[in-house]
């Protein structure tokens, strides 16, 4: 009676630990879900080529349709060093692909009626109503003005809040807000709002389109919204519903051993800049950073695009309305601010919804499919897309800074060739 007993108990516990680990896609073969198996080969090949030419040290790439892992490859190492293959269930910083994340949790409280888009901001972080805006240099000395209207909800989800970043000098503001080290991750999210306001901003709010550290505060309204701090209400309304057991803000010590290292390049060889039981990520930040703080797994953050292409939905579980999904993935900048940029780079086509960057046009060759697409990327040249005209996800990770894209815009071009119209059915 005790042995079956036991038996029956240590069986719950299996569920129950089953029921919260990481649970990739079920897979299918590609023609079943209509993509050509020869581009995918050749995306293999290209893969394979980056790593063969020092250019990058591994990579996972992970392909799905109509809710299925059509292609997952995994190339290289995720520790060149130490000679360690890459894994599909690497660890990987994330940076900021954090921010649709971010973007998802908070709508989720829109869902709940805590908060509508075009609210100023200052009614519930005080101190943004009296913000002043930058309006040059006179000497040494800045010069400000006053705010021509409130910074909204909507601002901090666009960019065109007038916020800027401090991860470069493209702006006074910017050396203001890196001389502030508010993204010192030693110090919370009140010390870096506290901080920011004593920054004037870089723009009027809704004038111009400028990546910022506008996610970090979204994060802080989450947590003023909820009252939980923000790992929590992240872990309570997206990782735990999604199965994404390995997306957090740090690594502990008993996954350590799947974190990739992070590479650079000095004199055209790949070098470490950030180890796997050194990172900075094998401990808890004080700084929860909604704007680029996560580590994930490319299976979990699959779960988390096919959760948006189903239109909030996964697995039964709904984690946001269709009609907000919806709302996130359109274009939300008037017509002046598209293209957006990063620095001097233009991205070509591409508006901005809710924490997503959204395709609104195609020329150049680009397939009729890409029309509507969206996504983002992340410092360390992660890269993720959703394409809801073909019901196509396809997540790229590997570790390289500063951020280099083009492995995953050469497999985002030879992947639309694959599309097979219509998807062959079951």
Known sequence: MQARFLAFALALVFIA????????????????????????????????????EGKLAGIVLLVAREGQVAHAGVYGKMDLEADIAMRRDALFRIYSMTKPITGVALMTLYDEGRFQLDDPIS?????????????????DRVTVTDLKRPITVRDLMCHTAGLAYGISRATPVDVMYTEARLLDRSQNLDSMLERMLKIPLAAQPGEKWMYSISVDVQGKLIEVLSGKPLDEFFAERVFKPLKMADTAFYVPADKLDRLAVNYGKKDGKLLPIDGSKTSQFATKPVLLSGGGGLVSTADDYLRFAQMMLNRGELDGVRILKPETVDLMTRNHLP?????????????????????FAVRVKTDNGEPAG????????????????????????????????PATPVYFQDARKKLYTAVLEPALAE
């Not at 990481?22 to 079943?32: G, H, K, M, N, T």
């Not at 005080?126 to 000497?139: C, H, I, L, R, W």
């Not at 983002?376 to 073909?390: C, E, I, L, M």
Request: glycine share 12%; aromatic share 10%; charged share 20%.
């Open 17 to 52: 630990r089953a029921s919260t680990c990481a649970q990739p896609l079920p897979s299918v073969a590609p023609d079943r879900v209509g993509l050509a198996t020869a581009p995918l080969a050749e995306i293999d090949a290209r893969m394979q080529a980056y790593i063969d």
């Open 123 to 139: 009614k519930y972080l005080p101190g943004f109503e009296t913000v002043k805006v930058f309006a040059g240099k006179d000497g």
């Open 335 to 355: 017509d002046e601010l598209v293209p957006i940029g990063l620095g001097p780079v233009r991205l070509a086509n591409m508006g901005f919804g809710l924490d």
């Open 370 to 401: 890409s029309l509507g697409e969206y996504g983002w990327g992340g410092a360390a040249s992660t890269q993720f897309f959703v394409a809801p005209h073909d019901d196509l996800i396809c997540i790229g990770m590997t570790q390289f800074m």
